[in-house]
């Protein structure tokens, strides 16, 4: 019995940290997302679909055909594009050209944006995933390729 409850004690130890951290961080994205969908709203933008990395966060108005994006590097600032604007919406992966110690996809990839062509043949890169900001790139790929698909489908419709 003292054996059990000695070790149900390790495991809540051990538990209880990360249910707390996850709870946390969760509280964290969802007031970002939130501010952020109040900046678009102040610019008249009611965003249908929304996503959000470690560099930015981006969101889509189907019906009024906008594309709002922020860099978490600015404070206040969104950028707005009408997607009618979007030629082309690609995703763009930078990779590490030195060797490196560690092994896998995390030590190759250095960075991941959108990148849109626009018709006054402008491009403009929106930053998803930065090594020296995460260690993660295969769900910002994932994520980037939904957007890519979001984006691209957009376009077809304008």
């Not at 965003?47 to 600015?74: A, F, H, P, R």
């Not at 190759?108 to 006054?120: E, I, R």
Request: glycine share 4%; proline share 3%; hydrophobic share 40%.
């Amino acid at each position: 019995m003292i054996s059990f409850i000695f070790n149900l004690s390790i495991i809540l130890l051990i538990i209880c940290p990360m249910i707390y951290l996850f709870i946390v961080s969760g509280k964290k994205n969802n007031e970002e997302i939130n501010n952020f969908k109040i900046l678009c709203q102040q610019n008249n933008v009611t965003l249908d679909n929304t996503g959000q990395w470690v560099c930015s966060i981006i969101g889509i108005d189907q019906k009024q055909g906008k594309l709002c994006y922020k860099l978490k590097s600015e404070t206040k600032d969104i950028h707005l594009l009408d997607v009618s604007s979007i030629i082309k919406c690609q995703i763009v992966k930078e990779f590490n050209t030195t060797p490196q110690v560690q092994q896998g996809f995390r030590s190759l990839m250095n960075k991941v944006s959108l990148k849109l062509q626009l018709s006054n043949n402008e491009v403009v890169l929106i930053p998803l995933y930065d090594i020296s900001l995460s260690e993660d790139p295969l769900s910002t790929l994932y994520d980037a390729m939904e957007w890519e698909k979001i984006i691209n489908k957009q376009i077809g419709k304008s």
